[in-house]
């Protein structure tokens, strides 16, 4: 045989294989590729706990769909947009991966939402708080939002403490994409409740010592210090928060985003009585503590709101592609769009035109030490927030490809 | 209220303060890292991890012996100073006369495997170490609410940078130390045990570390990454007060926190690389450094 014709056969071949994955399964295989912080300010909130949570999904399945086995990939993207994208790309083009599971950092989790579209791989978002995923940079089509957002976040927290008489606040903010947002949404929460703004620093992420933002916003006045970071941002500047005295000088402090870990890392001495919004919590109900205690028993922790959410969003995208028989994005992210989102994470859930995942959120609060049974008893649910008062609606949004 | 470029006076104390005791940590670490590369000629990239170690040994401590801030304060530094020695001894000493760079791949790769070694044990949400009781509160200034905690911080260091460099400077024990550096063989000639001497040198370099480690334990969460963190900074204010020196480092540790508590004011996106831009400049007006003798 000639090399022409080998050539041509194999086209011919290859041809017939693309032919073919648009309606089965592609390659044979479900492929997963997570791409999250393995190492950094967010890894113990994300991380090994996110693959644990991941495998616990493919394993419901029964490890395969339609006898065609599902396949897991992770790698660390070190808190760099870059190394993320580079990720996406060769898992794309090489790897041929189905769907990319997007763990903490929003500034990577929008340069995948950029590439995923591109390449037409499905993409969920659980670690990244940036509402923008399904706003400004929405992909309706393939990316998909999952656990929170940073909407959520002000709704909860920042409009229930302004609810309270707490209306004057000073942000101290994580300065890239995440906390900009975050403390963007939070100052319209305020403002929209009649409370008022009266400052903010942004600090570099990461950072080790907060105290002299700290002590600007002491020095502003404000009745509110409003956190807009995480991981170990938060843990160091709600501890530094203490050790200053904000509390004892009569301001009050607001943790935008506090994740269980977090709680775990400073302490119940020093987080008592912080306000918190989340997506989930493992003592949330019957479900969730079956699940979290299963997961317990493998990951040595109970899972965090991002842990469980990774869970969620590889169960449901499992099920989709069960479902509709194929692992094509477009399908698969449409067949989401149909089905009811209830598991050991979700409640109330369903996958929105514009690719946000609306559940119900839970407003709590830090126990104190005398309330708490043992590690990882730290919340009190104070209420439950209806996913459609939590989140944004799809009108108020700026997802152009949605709003027609 | 007086201002000053448009920041009220009161705040800028607050933050110059609050400089001066993140220089503290700087000073310490500098020194220990000043003292090894100028007496060992070794560029120690372990010392990060070795902060971290001192940490999470006080952490121990606590936590398995029930032994407290001020024991820790004292046994930290000895056992990783300790450890210090043997690193020394056996993985340093072999390759004295190779290269320079190989030292510092050896370190490099050492800060590494500790670093993973307790990232693997302790994950990097980190542990917490409550403040000593002693230590809880604060005085209010009038200007700022200082906790007692940062007050002994920026004290204690004060100490121990003195001592140290009225050590190096100023005692027989030193002039020995700075001696058998310029000259090894005359100095063994009279009598001294040299190696010994850079043995003992290495370890307290790096019970420096150890001691800021656990003056950190209490104000950062106690985690693997704390030594990363904070090395690639003080090793930039070693290289601005000039390497090896003694004094420079000391001088340019506390200055460097003043000036990033004075960035964090007027410009805080750029706190995280002011000292490095400080580098630059100083390498390229005074490429010894500002303390450092030319070459």
């Known amino acids: 045989m000639t090399r022409t014709k080998a050539t041509l056969l194999a086209g011919a071949a290859s041809l017939l294989a693309t032919a073919a994955s648009a309606q089965g399964i592609s390659n044979d295989t479900v492929k997963i590729g997570m791409i999250l912080d393995m190492s950094g300010a967010y890894s113990a909130l994300d991380g090994e706990g996110s693959i644990a949570a991941v495998r616990m999904a493919i394993e419901e399945m029964g490890g395969e769909i339609d006898g065609k086995p599902i396949e897991l990939l992770t790698a660390d993207h070190q808190n760099k947009a870059d190394i993320g994208s580079n990720l996406a790309r060769q898992w794309a083009d090489q790897e041929n991966v189905d769907m990319i599971l997007g763990g903490a950092n929003s500034g990577v989790g929008i340069a995948l939402q950029d590439i995923t579209s591109e390449k037409g791989i499905a993409y969920i978002n659980n670690g990244a708080a940036t509402a923008a995923l399904t706003n400004e940079n929405c992909a309706p089509e393939t990316g998909l939002h999952w656990t929170y957002d940073t909407d959520a976040l002000a709704n909860g927290t920042a409009v229930a403490m302004v609810k309270e008489g707490k209306k004057s606040w000073y942000f101290i903010t994580a300065d890239y994409t995440f906390g900009q947002k975050l403390q963007e949404n939070a100052s319209e929460a305020v403002k929209a409740n009649g409370g008022e703004v009266l400052g903010s620093v942004a600090a570099p992420f990461p950072t080790q010592d907060f105290s002299s933002f700290i002590l600007q916003a002491q020095a502003s006045g404000a009745q509110v210090i409003g956190l807009a970071n995480a991981g170990t941002d938060t843990q160091n500047s709600v501890k530094q928060a203490q050790e200053f005295g904000v509390v004892q000088g009569g301001q009050s402090l607001a943790s935008l985003l506090l994740f269980l870990t977090d709680v775990d890392a400073i302490g119940l001495d020093v987080a008592q009585g912080l306000t918190l919004t989340t997506g989930f919590y493992w003592d949330q109900d019957e479900e969730a503590r079956a699940w979290s205690s299963k997961f317990e028993e493998r990951f040595g922790a109970k899972p965090t709101m991002v842990q469980a959410g990774m869970y969620s969003s590889a169960l449901n995208y499992l099920k989709a592609v069960q479902e509709a028989g194929t692992d094509d994005a477009k399908t698969v992210v449409a067949q989401l769009k149909e089905m009811p989102i209830e598991d050991a994470f979700a409640r109330n859930g369903r996958v929105r035109e514009d690719g946000l995942m609306v559940h119900d959120m839970f407003l709590a609060e830090v126990k104190t030490p005398d309330e708490s049974e043992g590690r990882w008893d730290y919340y009190n649910i104070i209420r439950t927030i209806p996913g459609d008062e939590a989140f944004r609606s799809i009108e108020d949004g700026t997802c152009e490809a949605v709003k027609g | ?295």
């Not at chain 2, 004295?96 to 030292?103: F, K, N, Q, T």
């Not at chain 2, 040198?201 to 790096?206: I, K, L, N």
């Not at chain 2, 420079?248 to 460097?256: K, Q, R």
Request: proline share 4%.
């Open chain 2, 1 to 295: 209220m007086m201002d000053l470029l448009g920041i009220p006076l009161p705040v800028l104390m607050g933050q110059l303060l609050i400089g001066l005791i993140n220089g503290a940590f700087y000073a310490v670490l500098s020194l220990g890292l000043a003292l090894i590369f100028g007496l060992l000629n070794i560029v120690n990239f372990a010392h990060g991890a070795l902060y971290m170690v001192g940490a999470f040994v006080a952490f121990l401590l606590l936590d398995v012996l029930g032994i407290g801030y001020w024991w820790a304060l004292l046994l930290s530094p000895v056992i990783v100073g300790l450890f210090g020695m043997v690193i020394e001894r056996f993985l340093l000493r072999p390759i004295a006369d190779l290269d320079h760079l190989y030292g510092l791949l050896l370190t490099f790769g050492l800060a590494l495997l500790l670093e993973g070694l307790f990232r693997q044990v302790y994950g990097v949400a980190g542990e917490t170490y409550a403040i000593p009781d002693s230590l809880q509160g604060g005085y209010n200034l009038g200007f700022m609410f200082l906790p007692t905690y940062r007050a002994w911080v920026l004290a204690a260091s004060i100490v121990v940078c003195a001592a140290t460099w009225y050590l190096i400077e100023m005692t027989r024990l030193g002039a020995t130390m700075r001696a058998a550096v310029e000259n090894a063989d005359l100095v063994r000639a009279f009598g001294v045990n040299v190696p010994l001497l850079v043995t003992v040198t290495y370890g307290f370099g790096v019970a420096l570390a150890a001691f800021a480690g656990v003056l950190a334990a209490p104000i950062y969460s106690v985690n693997p990454l704390m030594g990363s963190n904070i090395i690639i900074v003080v090793f930039a204010i070693v290289v601005i007060g000039g390497l090896g020196s003694i004094k420079g480092a000391i001088i340019s540790g506390f200055l460097l926190g003043l000036f990033e508590g004075l960035t964090r004011v007027f410009y805080p996106e750029a706190s995280n690389i002011i000292i490095f831009v400080v580098m630059a400049i100083v390498l390229i007006v005074r490429p010894a450094g500002l303390f450092g003798k030319a070459a």
